[in-house]
């Protein structure tokens, strides 16, 4: 089975750790995380460099290019470690709590785990992906 790939359809998270578990790989997996990125009422601004404008985001226009998220998953799935990836990026006009992304990551141990997340999460928000905040 591959799993490292973009899933087209909004995933069950408890079907993804069960699909993971039952794959050979996971013999060698000791630990798995989750990210689950939603869209928030705090400006980006605000919450990354602390600028403050008085601003509220109601609402998220998303969009990524699928090619390059498609390496960026293919680049870590080269790390130390990691043998079980599967991302979820949705796409459209988002509203306040709706999700943006989900990410799983299974690995041998804990830093690895921690380092690939940490690595695939960072490069999707800053390379492959175009958020545009609506605000009031």
């Known amino acids: 089975m591959n799993n490292f790939f973009i899933d087209v359809k909004k ?3 408890d079907d993804w750790l069960r699909e993971a578990k039952e794959d050979p790989e996971s013999l060698q997996e000791g630990m798995y995380l989750v990210h ?3 869209v928030r009422q705090t400006p980006k601004v605000k ?3 602390g600028i403050d404008n008085g601003s509220q985001v109601v609402s998220m226009e998303f969009s990524y290019d ?3 998220v498609d390496q960026v998953i293919k680049e870590t799935s080269r790390m130390q470690g990691i043998f079980h990836i599967k ?3 949705n796409k459209g006009i988002l509203n306040l709590g709706d999700d943006i992304m989900y990410i799983l990551i299974g690995g041998d ?3 690895h785990v921690i380092d690939a997340l940490q690595f695939l999460v960072g490069k999707i ?3 492959c992906v175009i958020e545009i905040e609506k605000r009031v």
């Open 36 to 38: 689950n990125g939603i």
């Open 47 to 49: 919450v990354r460099q």
């Open 109 to 111: 141990i804990r830093p």
């Open 66 to 68: 699928e090619k390059k």
């Open 87 to 89: 991302v979820w990026l």
């Open 11 to 13: 995933p069950s998270i």
């Open 125 to 127: 928000k800053n390379e």
